[in-house]
């Protein structure tokens, strides 16, 4: 799973490979479904929105 958002993330442009890193990491370490990962994938992302405007809607589209 890691490799397929690795893809659509990093390769991208959107997230640098040490932002995702960590917020990987982090989701792994928190029980519970990767829901946090794709807030903080929102937050963190190069294009606006990015922010919490970014995240809300990382958020909801999971």
Request: proline share 8%.
């Amino acid at each position: 799973m890691a490799t397929l958002l690795d893809a659509e993330t990093v390769r991208t442009g959107w997230v640098s490979q040490e932002a995702f890193l960590a917020g990987y990491g982090a989701a792994q370490a928190l029980p519970g479904p990767l829901l946090t990962f794709a807030a903080f994938l929102g937050t963190v992302e190069a294009p606006t929105p990015n922010g919490a405007l970014g995240g809300i809607p990382s958020t909801i589209r999971c």
